[in-house]
């Protein structure tokens, strides 16, 4: 049994109820003649509330593992359960609908439109929502403003700094109030003190309730989250 298996009861009296649920997850990829097998049987837990870090090396499966916790790939075998409910069944318009309303996401890579100002990326997501125009605007503007940018909102990426460019993306993976954010190296593009901002910035968030799953190879990144998961060759290895 893996140590985030042993530490579950823990984590239970100190955050919420189970968020995501993994259980036997693994990923196999097809390489010409032979097959890569990248997840060995991961099993574990994610609860509301909480700040975790999943640290690995480059290749260690911590990518794919977000991928598959994103709903952004399927396991090749397992049970992923989101909220108690079991994901292996659905199709693909199920799961592009549950990732929509569930779950935010910030890449290292900003992925903001060139042209667009700050608040249009923001209001980007909720483009084919039936959320109201009117009510968009004003979400993305209280959301600009909550990370620190109510002033930067009609400018374009261009005239933004890394770090802003990176709150932009925060910002608009928060428009539909998910459960979870994951990021993916979020601080891999910025300087050391710009990427303690964003921490920070994170564990605000959390604070509010919001559950945020960090990938990342940095030990001080991962230090900034309360639990850290650690991958090694597709296996969790550590728990600390």
């Known amino acids: 049994m893996s140590q985030c298996s042993l530490r579950e009861s823990k984590a239970m009296t100190e955050t919420g109820a189970p968020l995501i649920s993994l259980e036997g997850i693994t990923r196999q990829y097809q390489q010409g003649n032979g097959v890569v097998q ?10 509301k509330g909480e700040f975790i870090s999943l640290v690995g090396s480059s290749g260690s499966g911590k990518s794919t593992l977000l991928h598959i916790l994103g709903l952004l790939d399927r396991p090749s075998s397992g049970r992923y359960l989101l909220n108690g409910k079991d ?10 609908g549950l990732r929509g309303n569930s779950i935010g996401f910030v890449f290292q890579n900003f992925y903001l439109l060139p042209y667009a100002t700050a608040l249009d990326n923001v209001m980007l997501p909720g483009c084919y929502s039936d959320i109201p125009q009117k009510e968009l605007h004003k979400r993305a503007a209280a959301l ?16 933004l700094s890394g770090g802003q460019q990176q709150r932009v993306a925060l910002a608009r993976a928060l428009l539909h109030k998910p459960a979870v954010i994951l990021a993916d190296e979020p601080t891999g593009q910025l300087d050391s003190a710009t990427g303690a901002s964003m921490l920070r910035l994170f564990a605000e968030i959390n604070a509010g309730g919001t559950t945020v799953i960090i990938v990342t190879h940095d030990a001080k990144v991962a230090a900034a989250a309360q639990r850290r998961v650690h991958i090694t060759d597709g296996i969790i290895s550590a728990e600390s």
């Open 144 to 159: 600009l403003e909550r990370v620190g940018l109510a002033d930067r909102m009609h400018h374009t990426p261009a005239r």
């Open 38 to 47: 990248v997840l060995h049987g991961i099993s574990c837990t994610f609860r």
């Open 87 to 96: 994901t292996s069944g659905l199709d693909d318009d199920t799961l592009s």
